[in-house]
């Protein structure tokens, strides 16, 4: 109940193309929810959250969509770039106790080509 | 504001060896998190501190594995003795400690080796 369950593995994308990620989660005591992204020989960076009061979250190029009924969560990256070229983390979060533990998915690795 | 700081970034040791790694979190950070991150994975929390409390090592195998936060600030994780699935990049977070939730901020980690 406490994975996160992302996919797919990897994923290749022609510059200008939509990138899609998919995450799926069981546990309703989440309550935030993430985007991480990851360059070689770097730690995970926050790229975008969300929180399930709302459907859709919007920043710049990168668009998390949200179904709390379905209990799944997606990346949309909009006009893929090769700069985006990097391991896309989903990870979710019970803010209930206090203590905030992100749980992660396995990652998706992007490659855009140009 | 300066980030999470690691050391060393990369470590080969052999199995049975014993090894440490330290972390400097950003100032004012309450909450710090230890992660291990097995190639092609996601990142797996092992320890979280609450100032210099421990509030989670349910997944830290505590036969070999150890961490203490000395005075709240700094944290060193220590591995005694290594087995060779320990190879990993060990990861440091921090986070503000309010009431909701701000995100992480991680470290660039330290890539161990274990031969």
């Known amino acids: 109940q406490q994975q996160v369950k992302q996919s797919p593995q990897s994923l290749i994308v022609q510059k200008g193309g939509i990138s899609i990620i998919n995450c799926a989660y069981e546990n309703t005591a989440f309550d935030y929810f993430p985007w991480y992204q990851q360059f070689p020989g770097k730690g995970p960076a926050l790229l975008i959250a969300?929180?399930?009061?709302?459907s859709e979250k919007k920043e710049g190029r990168f668009t998390i969509s949200f179904n709390k009924s379905a209990k799944q969560f997606s990346l949309h990256i909009m006009d893929s770039q090769p700069g985006d070229s990097a391991t896309y983390f989903c990870?979710?979060?019970?803010?209930?106790?206090?203590?905030?533990?992100?749980?992660f998915g396995a990652g998706t690795r992007l490659a855009v080509h140009p | 504001e300066a980030g999470v700081a690691q050391s060393p970034r990369y470590k080969i040791i052999e199995k049975r060896q014993s090894v440490a790694f330290w972390c400097n979190p950003i100032?004012?950070?309450?909450?710090l998190y230890w992660y291990q991150q097995i190639l092609g994975q996601g990142p797996k929390l092992l320890i979280q501190?609450?100032?210099?409390?421990?509030?989670?090592d349910s997944q830290l195998p505590k036969d070999r594995f150890s961490a203490e936060r000395l005075k709240g600030v700094d944290s060193t994780l220590k591995i005694q003795p290594a087995k060779l699935e320990d190879s990993a990049v060990y990861l440091c977070a921090s986070s503000l400690d309010m009431p909701g939730f701000y995100g992480y901020t991680f470290g660039s980690g330290t890539r161990l080796t274990v031969v």
């Open positions: 100032s004012g950070h309450a909450t």
């Open positions: 501190f609450q100032n210099n409390g421990v509030v989670d």
């Open positions: 990870a979710a979060s019970a803010s209930s106790g206090g203590y905030n533990k992100l749980i």
């Open positions: 969300i929180r399930p009061d709302v």
